[in-house]
């Protein structure tokens, strides 16, 4: 069950942009690591973001395939965290899942969503070339 609201996601052709949204419940938007996996057919779950709250307001981190392409960013008010996906590559196509947890996020798990933290119902990201 999905504790985490997603939204945004869909098609769009390479070079495109996307924005997914995770409303965040406010018992755990706080001191936590907030972050947006992704996991294609075939692939492990993989971390492509996240933003550590647990000791700061915030450091960013990103996987290397995406540095200069997504912007992870959060509004405190709205609860919500946004992953902004710019110059868009078929490489990216994936189910994206939004999760959070007062412990650091792991980089990777076998499948999304996992035992560990809380998690979104996944969004279908697809990139055509």
């Known amino acids: 069950e999905a504790q985490l609201v997603e939204s945004g996601g869909g098609s769009v052709q390479a070079g495109g942009s996307l924005k997914l949204s995770c409303i965040v419940p406010?018992?755990?938007?706080?001191?936590?690591?907030m972050g947006w996996y992704r996991q294609a057919p075939g692939n492990e779950c993989e971390l492509v973001s996240d933003?550590?709250?647990?000791?700061?307001?915030?450091?960013?981190h990103y996987k290397d395939s995406v540095k200069g392409r997504f912007t992870i960013s959060q509004d405190v008010t709205k609860a919500t965290l946004y992953l902004h996906m710019n110059s868009l590559k078929p490489e990216d196509t994936a189910v994206y899942y939004c999760?959070?947890?007062?412990?650091?996020?792991?980089?990777?798990?076998?499948?999304?969503?996992?035992?560990?933290?809380?998690w979104g119902q996944g969004t279908q990201v697809t990139v055509s070339s």
């Open positions: 999760a959070a947890d007062r412990r650091r996020l792991p980089s990777r798990f076998s499948v999304c969503p996992d035992d560990f933290g809380y």
């Open positions: 406010g018992f755990i938007f706080q001191y936590s690591d």
């Open positions: 933003i550590n709250k647990i000791v700061s307001d915030g450091v960013t």
